[in-house]
T-cell receptor, first 114, second 111 residues
Framework: GAGVSQSPSNKVTEKGKDVELRCDPI?????LYWYRQRLGQGLEFLIY????????KSGLPSDRFSAERTGESVSTLTIQRTQQEDSAVYLC????????????FGPGTRLTVL | GEDVEQSLFLSVREGDSSVINCTYT??????LYWYKQEPGAGLQLLTY?????DMKQDQRLTVLLNKKDKHLSLRIADTQTGDSAIYFC???????????FGTGTKLQVIP
């Protein structure tokens, strides 16, 4: 597709359940980011993939959060044993990994944990 | 890692100039971006400046960079109600280091 896509667009889950969020980056983009944005707040960095380098996981808030990326394509963010404080919009962005490394953002997945 | 700080809120009257400030800590930052997030919409790149520049002008937008003080600002001339949004400062470290976003400044334009 032409842009970054994310699925699902909305996810409602019960506390304690696991969820998987998917990101399809723009084809050819080597870099991929996951962010979390709580209501009315700024972007919180979660994880960064760049090509074949080891991912930067420094932003993951707990060991309940993990992410994988297959080569330079799809990425999945997994949240295990969800908590109410995990409720947020999860944004994915990809970028070409060039000098002017502008990020293209997906529409986000709105996660609500009841 | 990089720390990026912005004030959380700015209110201006329509037609006035807005100045959104940002400070960062990584002196090796090469590109410094400004992103805009309109209500209910995604983030869009607004403009950027390369670290060897002091100023960049793009229509109503002026970006000023003080590399010595690690201070970046975005000036919007003749601010319009359509400029109401959250503005994020986002410097990128050298090489292929990740982009770090500030907390965002919510700009409110009063008609």
């Amino acid at each position: 597709g032409a842009g970054v896509s994310q699925s699902p667009s909305n996810k409602v889950t019960e506390k304690g359940k696991d969820v998987e969020l998917r990101c399809d980056p723009i084809s050819g983009h080597t870099a991929l980011y996951w962010y979390r944005q709580r209501l009315g707040q700024g972007l919180e960095f979660l994880i960064y993939f760049q090509g074949n380098s080891a991912p930067d996981k420094s932003g993951l808030p707990s060991d309940r959060f993990s992410a994988e990326r297959t080569g330079e394509s799809v990425s999945t963010l997994t949240i295990q044993r969800t908590q109410q404080e995990d409720s947020a919009v999860y944004l994915c962005a990809s970028s070409p990994g060039t000098r002017v490394d502008r990020q293209f953002f997906g529409p986000g997945t709105r996660l609500t944990v009841l | 890692g990089e720390d990026v700080e912005q004030s959380l809120f700015l209110s201006v009257r329509e037609g006035d100039s807005s100045v959104i400030n940002c400070t960062y800590t990584d002196s090796s930052s090469t590109y410094l971006y400004w992103y805009k997030q309109e209500p209910g919409a995604g983030l869009q790149l607004l403009t950027y400046i390369f670290s060897n520049m002091d100023m960049k002008q793009d229509q109503r937008l002026t970006v000023l960079l003080n590399k010595k003080d690690k201070h970046l600002s975005l000036r919007i001339a003749d601010t319009q109600t359509g400029d109401s949004a959250i503005y994020f400062c986002a410097p990128r470290g050298g090489g292929y280091q990740k982009v770090t976003f500030g907390t965002g400044t919510k700009l409110q334009v009063i008609p």
